[in-house]
C-alpha cells in the first residue's frame, strides 16, 4: 500500500453534471499529480500541484481543474461532463518536484463512467 | 497524448519461465519508472531507474535505463501466477513532473 488514498472509488454521473474528485497523498509528500486513464489505455498526464499551485499541465482543456490544499490533499473538478471523460482517474503523490528522483506514487483510483 | 512505445503488448508465458519487455522512445528521457497494475487497481511502482546504463534489481525482477536514454527493458525471472497483470513502462523528460506513459503489457502466467 502507497498510502495514497482516493475518493470516491466509483461515481456514475450524466453528460453535463460537474463532479468532484479527491485525493489524500502519502504522509510527508507535498506534490500531487492527476491522471486519466481510459480503459486499455496507459494514464495520461493531466496537472500536477505543488505547494497549492498548479505546476505543469498536459493536454487537457479548462473544463479540468483542480486544487490542493495546506495539507497536500488534492481535489480534481470537471465541469461539463462529457462522455469520453469515463476513465479511471488516478492520483499520485511525491516529495518534490525538483531533480530527477520525483518518484510518483499512485492511489487506487476513482472510476467515473458518463452516461 | 505522446506515448512510448512499449513492447510486446500481451504475453502468455508458463509458470517458471523468464520474461522480457522494453519501452522505448524517439525523445531522450532523464527517468524511467517500471509499474504494475492489477484490475482495479492504481499502478504500484516496481523499480525506477535515474542514471543512463543504471542496472537495478527488485527481487526478480531487473530493469535497465538504456545507454541513449531512449528505452528501458525490464525482465522478470522464474515467474509465479502473481506476476499476472498489466505492467507500465513511464519516462520523465527534463525537470517536470509530468510522467509519459507505455501502453502496457499484459502478462498472463500459465500454472
Redesign the interface.
Known sequence: E?G?T?SPTHLIKTRGQQVTLRCSSQSGHN?V?W?QQAL??????IF?Y?REEE??R??FPPRFSGLQFPNYSSELNVNALELDDSALY?C?S?LA?????????????T?LTVL | ?Q??N?SPQSMFIQEGEDVSMNCTSSSIF??W?W?KQDP??????LI?L?KAGELTSNGRLTAQFGITRKDSFLNISASIPSDVGIY?C?G?QG??????????TTLQVKP
Open positions: 502507497t495514497v482516493q506534490t499529480s491522471y486499455g489505455q496507459g494514464p495520461q498526464f500536477q505543488y505546476n505543469g498536459g493536454n488516478l499520485a511525491s518536484i525538483t531533480g530527477v528522483r520525483d518518484t510518483q506514487y499512485f492511489g487506487p483510483g472510476r | 497524448g506515448q512510448l512499449q532523464n527517468t519508472l509499474y482495479g487497481e492504481g499502478p504500484v511502482l525506477a535515474y507500465f513511464a520523465r525537470n517536470t513532473g509530468k510522467l509519459i506513459f507505455g501502453q502496457g
